[in-house]
């Protein structure tokens, strides 16, 4: 929640943070991974057990240390979201927000290949307007589509354009925003 108003450069920072990650934990468990290289496996007709071994050792480092990397990486998302629940609960404020738009960002680590964001706009406690987005999955959507201020009983559309929603802000920080219900 930080950083979603960087909605146009989301998927380069989420490739430079998984880099960092990646590169972070390379270098933390440099010692294994020289300690695995120095192994001498020699050849798979002298000795195929310990040939198969030794890559299949290789192997699972590369895919654990990567598997780690986006797991950090959720556990941050998870734990920005928290941080910002907490910063709403200390002081907030509450108003009418309209999506102003949806945009699809290319991102190459999901399983799409995109991710959807829901543009927020409101008007905070400084009386500037905030543009704000919220990364929307197929669940979220129907989510927001009940919450919405439009919504009688039966789904109104698929798109969120132009739906009003009731959301709380942070007055210290207000890009910080959450949804109402």
Not at 36 to 51: A, N
Not at 67 to 75: P, Y
Not at 95 to 111: D, G, K, L, P, Y
């Amino acid at each position: 929640m930080l950083f979603t108003h960087l909605v146009y450069y989301y998927a380069f920072v989420k490739g430079i943070s998984l880099l960092f990650i990646f590169l972070g934990l390379s270098i933390f468990l440099l010692g294994i991974i020289i300690r695995s290289e120095e192994v001498d496996k020699g050849s798979f007709k002298k000795d195929p057990i310990t040939y198969i071994l030794v890559s299949v050792m290789q192997l699972i480092l590369v895919v654990g240390i990567t598997g780690f990397a986006i797991v950090l990486e959720h556990f941050a998302e998870g734990g920005n979201h928290q941080l910002a629940k907490i910063l709403i609960q200390d002081s907030h404020k509450e108003t009418i927000a309209v999506v102003s738009e949806e945009r699809r960002v290319t991102q190459v680590f999901t399983t799409n290949g995109y991710e959807d964001f829901a543009i927020f706009h409101y008007q905070n406690n400084y009386g500037t307007y905030e543009e704000q987005g919220k990364k929307i999955d197929p669940y979220f959507r129907e989510t927001l589509l009940r919450k919405s201020i439009n919504y009688k009983g039966r789904r109104i559309t698929v798109k969120l354009d132009g739906l009003q929603f009731k959301i709380r802000y942070s007055t210290r920080f207000p890009s910080m925003f959450m949804i109402v219900d």
